[in-house]
């Protein structure tokens, strides 16, 4: 009932910058958060930063000063706007959405993820 897709990631110097997008889509009445992990290789997953209802936000101490994660209420989407990258932050990107369905159940939904790799 719910597909959550990113996309945005890519190859980039260090330094560089991308732009990460999440949108979910499906049967959903509201958000309740929407948030970005990272996986890289041999690691575990870990929250890189996050937005919740009522415009809450939370970032990994990795991430603070250089990611801002933004949201689209209407379009149900979010971005990651990552800045000064370093090879540190390569991995799978995944993005998870909780929502409240139609239905009035409460459902999370991950992404497939986008690659971010970052060359030295």
């Known amino acids: 009932q719910v597909q959550v897709v990113e996309s945005g990631g890519g190859l980039v110097q260090a330094g560089g910058s991308l732009r990460l997008s999440c949108a979910a889509s499906?049967?959903?009445?509201?958000?309740?958060?929407m948030d970005w992990y990272r996986q890289a290789p041999g690691k575990q997953r870990e929250l890189v930063a996050g937005?919740?209802?009522?415009?809450?936000?939370r970032y990994a101490e990795s991430a603070k000063g250089r990611f801002t994660i933004s949201r689209d209420n209407a379009k149900n989407t979010v971005y990651l706007q990552m800045n000064s990258l370093t090879p540190e932050d390569t991995g799978v990107y995944y993005c998870?959405?909780?929502?409240?369905?139609?239905?009035?159940?409460?459902?999370?939904?991950w992404g497939q993820g986008t690659q971010v790799t970052v060359s030295s």
């Open positions: 499906g049967s959903i009445s509201s958000i309740n958060a």
């Open positions: 937005f919740t209802r009522g415009g809450r936000t």
């Open positions: 998870n959405a909780d929502v409240v369905l139609y239905s009035g159940y409460m459902h999370s939904a």
